[in-house]
Structures are given as structure tokens and as C-alpha cells.
């Protein structure tokens, strides 16, 4: 059943609501013919009566040679009369016959003697038999027909189908577009973006479910700030410790102790820094938007690394440019080169202009990320253990900072393994 059904709630409501209406309307004019039907036929027997007793008493008055002439004149649609036995028939009759010729029975007896039998042939014929008080033969040939429909009825019948058609989409549309809206403002709500509120007009419901859908939004803004937050004052407040018990330990005896405890000492402070530098990634929006010529920018940022002595080489730049933060998108760029320079030694820098907006690739022949694992690298201080490793410097923080600066500045990194090995990771601006 569920199968038969179309994908979307919007044409499951209207396809369930429509075929009720049809086969009410059905019902409807099941019902409308069948009552017009009883009641041309109550009509068409009470004026068989009267017609047929009238007629029958006028034609036996009459003298015979003038009767012939009349005929015509008490000729009616349905039946008719004729002077003499009629044709043979059979003395089987259905029960709509047999109404009729009760009817045509009440109305001619006991003063005339009445016989009825049905005639085969391709529509149903009645014929009554009658002798006047001359002695003479008339017979009554009944061909009962049903009304026939008016030819604007269908059509009025089809122009009221289209009316109440478009009536039950125009409600199955009114009814499922809050659910259409609810499911973009939750594709578009991402940590690290503004928040856009849903509009909280409409029905009552679903104005009480956009404040709904907005307070959540507030409630998960609140606990990304605060969580934010704890994670920069713990970083930061390291730092003197860290300060100070360096100072001591490069003041102390030296040798191989020494050595050791300074290259902890560093990698802690790789990680408060990294630390404080992803929990800032959050409120990217602090800086402000200027346009900014994309082809210049990345080569200048290919030509301190070039500076450097890293291998850092442009394989594709568009002439375009894009409003955005500069420094966030320099801090974004340099974050995947570097992870590029870390586990391949070389990275390649492409730009281009695309459908979705202005793409940055950042692309390395390194070990890659595997295929499950492409999204859980970009949440912080998750590092593969393959490719990363402290000795390596990877704090599990460069991609996240990565992706946390490309969400709050309007884009979006996606991260995708190459045909012959490497990463390639590519920025998104729209």
C-alpha cells in the first residue's frame, strides 16, 4: 500500500482527499439519477392513467371510420396507438411492464378488457390489448424509455471537479508549506552560523511552533557560546602556568629531562593556542566583510609560502572576486595548506567559479582520510591515527577551526578523497 502512494506528504493529502471528494461526488449524482429516475416514472404513470383512460374512451365514441384520424393526435413520446391486434408477443413481463400495465390496468377496467404481453426486439415494448364496446381491436404499444441526461450536466459536473480540485490543493498547500519552511530553517541551522529566526506569523499552530523553533535555536546558541566560552578561559588561563614552568625548567639543570619536558611544554602550547584560536573560530562575524580580489589573494598567500621554501603552487585561479573576512578566509586557507604540507609535503591550490558559488580547493597526495571518517575529522581534537599524531604537531583542531571559520563566514568546507590518492578539501563561498 505504502508503495502506491506518491514520496511527498503534500500529494499523499491531496491524492487521499480528492479521491474522497470524487467518490462522494459520484455518490452524489448516483443518488440524483436515481431519485429523477422515481420521479419521472411516478410522473410518467399518473399521466399514463389519465391519458390512456381519456384516450381510450374518446376512441371508443368515436365512430370507426373517424377513428384512424385521431391516432396521431393521442400519440405520445412513449407510446402510441393502433387500430387492430398488434404484433404476437409473450405473455412474460419484467417488473417495470408489469408496473405499467397495472397502472394502464386501473385505469381501464371493469369497463374495458385489457390483455398485456411484451414484444422481443433490441428495446423493451409493451403492448396492451384492448376491445371496445363495439368489438373492435386497439392496441396500446408502450416503449418505456429513461429520461436522457442534459448534455451540460457532465460539464457542469466536470467544472465542479476542477473547482473543488484546486480548493483541496490550494489547502493541502496552505497546510504543508509551515512543515516545507520548518525544513529549510533546519537544514540551514548549523553551530557557527547566525541563526535566522523563523517567521512567527500564520495559524495559531504554527506560530506557537516557529517560537517553539526559535527558542530552540536560542537554546543551542546559549550552549554553543557557553561551551565556547569554557574552552577559551581554560586555554587561556594555561597559558601562565605553562609560562612559568617553562621559565623554570629552561633555568634548570640541562640535559636529556630538560630537552623532554620542553618538547611537552611546546605541545601543550600548541594545544592552548590551537584551543583558543577554534573557540574565536566560533564568532567569526567579529570581523568585518570587505570585497576582496580572490586571484590576488591567493597568490599572496601562495607567495609567502613559496617565500618559505614550501611547495605550495597554483594549478587553477579565477579572475573573480568576493565579498567575505579577509582573515578568516586567510586563517581557513592556510589551516588546510598546512595539514597538505604536513602529510604530503606539497599542496596545490585551485579556484573556480561553479554553479553553487566561488570554490577554493585546497588538493595534496597524502595518505587521504578514509571514507568513514571524512566527517568526523572536521569535529575538534579528533586526529586519525595513520596520518596524525603529536609528534607530527596535529592537535585535531586545524580542520575544525577550518570548518567552524567556513560556516560563520557564509561557506561551507567539504572534504572529498582524490582518484590516485590525496584530499582534496574545498571551500564553498556563496
Not at 506528504?9 to 439519477?33: N, P, W, Y
Not at 403492448?127 to 442534459?150: C, E, I, K, M, S
Not at 591567493?298 to 579577509?326: C, I, K, M, N
Amino acid at each position: 500500500m505504502r508503495a502506491c502512494l506518491p514520496g511527498s506528504l503534500r500529494s499523499r493529502l491531496f491524492l487521499i482527499l480528492l479521491t474522497g471528494l470524487l467518490c462522494g461526488q459520484g455518490l452524489a449524482f448516483a443518488i440524483m439519477l436515481l431519485e429523477r429516475d422515481q420521479s419521472a416514472r411516478a410522473v410518467m404513470l399518473t399521466t399514463l392513467q389519465r391519458d390512456v383512460a381519456v384516450a381510450v374512451a374518446l376512441l371508443d365514441r368515436l365512430p370507426p371510420p373517424e377513428r384512424a384520424g385521431w391516432l396521431p393526435l393521442l400519440d405520445r413520446p412513449t407510446y402510441r396507438y393502433a387500430l387492430g391486434p398488434g404484433a404476437p408477443g409473450d405473455a412474460a413481463l419484467t417488473e417495470r411492464a408489469r408496473m405499467i400495465a397495472d397502472e394502464i390496468r386501473a385505469a381501464l377496467e371493469p369497463r374495458f378488457s385489457v390483455r398485456f404481453d411484451a414484444v422481443p426486439g433490441p428495446v423493451e415494448q409493451l403492448q396492451g390489448h384492448v376491445v371496445l364496446a363495439d368489438g373492435a381491436a386497439l392496441t396500446l404499444d408502450v416503449q418505456p424509455a429513461r429520461r436522457a441526461v442534459a448534455s451540460w450536466l457532465p460539464v457542469a459536473l466536470a467544472v465542479q471537479l476542477l473547482v473543488l480540485a484546486a480548493c483541496v490543493w490550494l489547502a493541502v498547500r496552505l497546510a504543508v508549506r509551515p512543515l516545507t519552511r520548518f525544513a529549510e530553517a533546519a537544514d540551514r541551522l548549523e553551530p557557527g552560523r547566525p541563526a535566522i529566526r523563523f517567521a512567527e506569523g500564520g495559524p495559531d499552530e504554527v506560530a506557537r511552533a516557529g517560537k517553539a523553533f526559535n527558542a530552540l535555536q536560542a537554546r543551542i546558541g546559549r550552549h554553543l557560546d557557553e561551551r565556547v566560552r569554557i574552552l577559551a578561559a581554560i586555554s587561556h588561563d594555561l597559558q601562565t602556568p605553562i609560562t612559568r614552568m617553562r621559565l623554570r625548567v629552561e633555568t634548570g639543570a640541562e640535559g636529556p629531562d630538560q630537552e623532554r619536558l620542553l618538547r611537552d611544554l611546546a605541545v601543550i602550547e600548541v594545544l592552548v593556542r590551537e584551543g583558543i584560536a577554534y573557540a574565536r573560530s566560533v564568532h567569526g562575524d567579529v570581523e568585518p566583510s570587505a570585497r576582496l580580489d580572490l586571484r590576488a589573494f591567493v597568490e599572496s598567500l601562495v607567495f609567502d609560502y613559496q617565500d618559505g621554501g614550501r611547495d605550495v603552487t597554483v594549478t587553477a585561479l579565477a579572475d573573480v572576486t568576493v565579498t567575505t573576512r579577509p582573515q578568516a578566509l586567510r586563517r581557513i586557507l592556510a589551516n588546510l595548506i598546512d595539514n597538505a604540507l604536513r602529510y604530503a609535503g606539497a599542496a596545490e591550490i585551485a579556484v573556480a567559479a561553479r554553479e553553487g558559488g566561488i570554490a577554493i580547493a585546497v588538493l595534496d597526495r597524502g595518505p587521504g582520510i578514509p571514507a568513514d571518517q571524512l566527517a568526523a575529522v572536521l569535529l575538534p581534537f579528533v586526529r586519525l591515527e595513520e596520518s596524525r599524531n603529536r609528534d607530527t604537531g596535529g592537535t585535531g583542531l586545524g580542520l575544525a577551526i577550518a570548518e567552524q571559520l567556513a560556516a560563520a563566514i557564509g561557506g561551507r568546507l567539504v572534504l572529498r578523497n582524490r582518484d590516485g590518492g590525496g584530499l582534496d578539501a574545498t571551500v564553498t563561498l556563496g
